[in-house]
């Protein structure tokens, strides 16, 4: 049976204090796209806005099922690759990133692909399913089992992506390709919603019956609102329904919209939509000059007068908000690098003429080099935050990605748990705590004591005339009792 979208998108800046959304999302017939920006200064909004603009051309083409993921998988590729080449065009924006969640529907196949900590539900007879996985560092405890799902909604490093693409070589997404059914409704969304809106919250929305796609999303953007969401938030919410009944005009919404000015993308061909985002995204104007008026053209001096009078009102308001503008600067709070050290500064990480508009505040121990690659670039870009207690909780989120932060599960011979390595036993090591206890299991004390009870090979089941303690084969002695530690992914 043959089906078509019916898709609503929506953004919200937030809460917080983003000056500008690094969100930017697409929706099309055959297409979804959602790109959560980030970088701070490192212009985010530009990297998000530029992977759509690569990826919109996929829209209106012709693909087939067998091949989609290929398609999919090549388009992100050249996308990352153009952050690569802008980023060396472009020195600011060097350390810029973003998050990537893209949807093709070839039919009734849906092909997806995902980077960072964005997500895709699918919501299917009432319930509700994650379809994606989050590249992040909560993830990675939950995976590890070392926090539960209660405590992830809450957990202060749930913001700490550990995968996103960056223009290297390395960065590849994860991809799938799923079955789409008649009364499917999907949703993608940046964190500015999850992190802030619990699951059964957002289940209760999308499954409200009688709501098209719009009020779905204009709901979830609302109630993300309420919940004081301090990122932005961005979401798209699509329907599987019959052909016909789909939707038709493409939708651009935050980061990628703003860039491309008030152009509508439904008058052009997808290449042209192709060209134009990405023209944009790279800073390169797509509207032509306005005319000049004839009476212009004849009399230059009423040019001049004009160009006076705005050069005079720009300076007037100039004069009157700088004072407003050096205050509100040195309320500001960034955490940055100094002398290699990772730094919390007070102000903005810019400079007016010789003078600078920011003090370092704190310099921490914390070596900018023994974080990971990725966060040793938003470091040197700088991070922006909302305050002194907000950049000191970046800092202790950052501490927590280093070696330094690495502290091992320790599981005794008793079956008790540790985060201390005894040094009175042996040790060996275990690449999860459910190997660590399916290896005790098997050898430890329980063992040994049914081994006794049992007199395991002696007469009652061994077949010969032997006493009922087993002698030790020649040559091994008792090592003594062995602890298993088992450390967290990522560390040395």
Sequence with gaps: MALALRYAARTNIGLGSKARNEDSAYAGPELLVLCDGMGGHAA???????????????????????????????ALEEANNRLADVMEVYPDSDGMGTTCIAMLRVDTKLAVANIGDSRAYLLRGGRLTQITTDHSFVQKLLDEGRISQEEAQHHPQRSLVTRVFTGRPEDHPD?????????????????????????????????????TPGQVADALVHTALRASTRDNVTVVVADAV????????????????????????????????AAALTREASGVSTVDDGPVLAEEQSRPWVRTLRLAGITVAVL??????????????????????QDGMVTIYRGISQDLGPVSLSTAEQQTDLPVEELPYYYQRRVQGTLSADGQDDAERIVADLRALTAAACVPTVLLPDGSQSTEIPDDMDTVTA???????????????????????????????GGTETSTATAAPTGSEDTGPTATVVWPEGCP
Excluded at 52 to 59: P, Q, Y
Excluded at 197 to 205: C, G, K
Excluded at 436 to 452: I, V
Aim: proline share 4%; aromatic share 4%.
């Design 242 to 273: 019959s052909p016909g009944e789909g939707t038709s005009k493409p939708q651009v919404v935050g980061a990628a919209s703003e860039r491309r000015g008030n152009r509508p993308l439904r008058h052009l061909s997808p290449a042209e939509k």
């Design 175 to 211: 991809l799938s390709l799923r079955e789409l059914r008649s009364g499917d409704r999907v949703l993608i969304c940046s964190d500015g919603l999850t992190d802030y809106v619990s699951t059964e919250v957002v289940t209760e929305i999308l499954a409200e019956p009688g709501r």
């Design 44 to 74: 985010g909004d530009v990297a998000s806005s530029l992977v759509v603009g690569e990826l919109v051309h996929l829209d209106g083409e012709s693909h087939g099922a067998d091949d989609a993921l290929d398609i999919l998988e090549h």
């Design 316 to 337: 007037a308001v100039l004069v009157a908000g700088g004072w407003a503008a050096w205050t509100w600067s040195q309320q500001q709070y960034y955490v940055g690098e």
């Design 431 to 461: 690449d999860s705590l459910a190997d660590a206890q399916r290896s005790a299991a098997a050898s430890g004390p329980a063992r040994e004591l049914l081994r006794d009870s049992l007199e395991l090979g002696g007469s009652a089941l």
